[in-house]
């Protein structure tokens, strides 16, 4: 209850001055753990990604906000688990494995941090795609833009299920490979999906 609580009331925070639209939800699954992987511009890109779908979903925050009143209020009524980056990073990733094999859909950003320079993808780490292959768990790659301007709409676009393979170093290097070109794919697909909506909307601001 409280996660669909917060979550539905951010979502109405970030769209009263930001409208969102969400392209290819059906492709998210009904059923079983999956692992959502996207680009990151923004802290609110785990509330759109969320957006997509009713099931709940698991995500890691930084230690740090769970230690502020309200910060952390909102970060355990999403399901988020605290990450110190200066711990034992197999750790947290052990503790996403767990999650996905106990069947809760979870969130990373395989980037690592935002990215507050432009929307390009950066380079993955390979800590998401270690996960999949350990949890044997589906890959949902998902592409945001417009979180970090307040002036953008919000536009989202949800990709098909990508599946791990066998868990070797090849096997996981290759699929990190193969994760970052789906998450690129849909950001090729979203930009101009995006840039018709930034354009209307600069269109009923002249007007």
């Given at each position: ?11 109405a ?5 930001q ?21 990151h ?29 309200v910060?952390?209020?909102?970060m ?21 494995v767990e ?11 395989p980037e ?15 800590g ?9 768990v ?31 170093r ?29 354009e ?8």
């Open positions: 209850m409280l996660y669909i609580l917060v979550k539905y009331f951010w979502l925070v970030i769209s009263f001055r409208p969102i639209r969400l392209y290819g939800r059906e492709k998210i699954p009904r059923k079983g753990a999956f692992l959502f992987v996207a680009n511009l923004s802290s609110n890109d785990p509330f759109l990604l969320a957006a997509g779908t009713r099931r709940h979903l698991a995500f890691m925050g930084k230690a740090s906000l769970f230690r502020h009143p910060a952390g209020f909102i355990r009524g999403l399901n988020a688990f605290p990450v110190d980056r200066d711990a034992d990073p197999r750790a947290v990733l052990e503790k996403t999650i996905l094999r106990g069947g809760r859909p979870t969130t990373m950003f690592g941090s935002r990215n507050k320079v432009d929307t390009s993808l950066r380079e993955f780490k390979k998401a795609a270690l996960v999949a292959v350990k949890a044997g589906p890959v949902l790659p998902a592409a945001i833009l417009g979180t970090r301007n307040k002036e953008e709409p919000i536009t989202v676009l949800y990709g098909k299920p990508i599946f791990p393979p066998e868990n070797t090849e096997g996981i290097r290759g699929f990190n490979e193969e994760m970052h070109q789906a998450v690129q794919s849909c950001l090729e697909e979203l930009r101009p999906l995006h840039a018709r909506r930034l209307a909307r600069k269109g009923r601001k002249k007007a």
